[in-house]
Nanobody, 121 residues
């Protein structure tokens, strides 16, 4: 069984920073592309950033220059450093990963449970 567990959300003032973490747990053999998505109330889930297994990154235009995605392959963990936060960044943030289970030898796409980020004064 594979699962993704997120942490690091919370309430922050505009201009502040937060760091999200997402750890892969269970029968993880290999981890491929990992990423973060977010969903604001009344809106569709949208891509925030992704990072490939070799470190190639991709960002939504709305977060370029403010957010940084990184990963620790040894820990099957992905991070999202969020700086200069704006009220419009308020959303539930979900991590996502393509993971090969060493038990089944199959690659599956997995989601975390989501963590709330609220940017407000």
């Amino acid at each position: 069984q594979v699962q993704l567990v997120e942490s690091g959300g919370g309430l922050v003032q505009p201009g502040g920073s937060l760091r999200l973490s997402c750890a892969g747990l269970g029968t993880i053999g290999s981890t491929y592309t990992m990423g973060w998505y977010r969903q604001a109330p009344g809106k569709q889930r949208e891509l925030v950033a992704t990072i490939g297994s070799t470190g190639t990154t991709n960002y939504a235009d709305s977060v370029k220059g403010r957010f940084t995605i990184s990963r620790d392959n040894a820990k099957s963990t992905v991070y999202l450093q969020m700086n200069s936060l704006k009220p419009e960044d308020t959303a539930v943030y979900f991590c996502n990963a393509d993971i090969r289970s060493f038990k089944s030898n199959q690659v599956g796409n997995y989601w975390g449970q989501g963590t709330q980020v609220t940017v407000s004064s």
